[in-house]
């Protein structure tokens, strides 16, 4: 295990969220393989190595998608990226979220500073619908920060995942991005 970047530290104005770049794969990478290892908001079941996170980090970045960071006292402690929901063409103004925060620092606002900005650049970038698909229904704390945010319930899907020896449900929350639905699409896009 790493050390925490944030371990005894108080969480403070420090927080800086930006866009991801290469030299933050590592620590993303690490985040993601944490949550991957022993928690249930990803039905992965390994472990990505870091020319894989690269890779998924490429096509999410050259997919014209945002994808942030957030860094606390120099170091990466937590990363937020929307991506494509679905590949076919109708769902192109839809996208879905994906926030990982670093065990030690969980439950200090990181999750809330990198869905706001996610949300404002999906919005800039011209998208209407964010869907966030949550790993497992004990999952409250992202269910939580969902809601807060303006994400409404959908559903859940019970018992469609087995990781760490149980069912796991994936609950669906979605939230209107700038004019929604109220008016169509640029004409052409």
Known sequence: MRPSPVAGAAMTDTLKVRFAAPPDIAAIAAIYGEAVANGTASFELAVPDEAEMTRRFEAIVSGGFPYLVAEHAGAVVGYA???P???RPAY????EDSIYIDPAAQRLGIGRALLTRLVEESEARGFRQMLAVIGD???A???RLHAALGFRMVGTFANVGWKH???LDS???QRGLGEGAETPPPPGA
């Open 85 to 87: 929901y679905r590949p």
């Open 141 to 143: 704390g992202s269910i």
């Open 165 to 167: 020896g149980r069912w």
């Open 137 to 139: 229904s004990e999952n």
């Open 171 to 173: 609950v669906l929350m």
């Open 81 to 83: 990226y929307a991506g």
């Open 92 to 95: 192109r103004f839809t996208v």
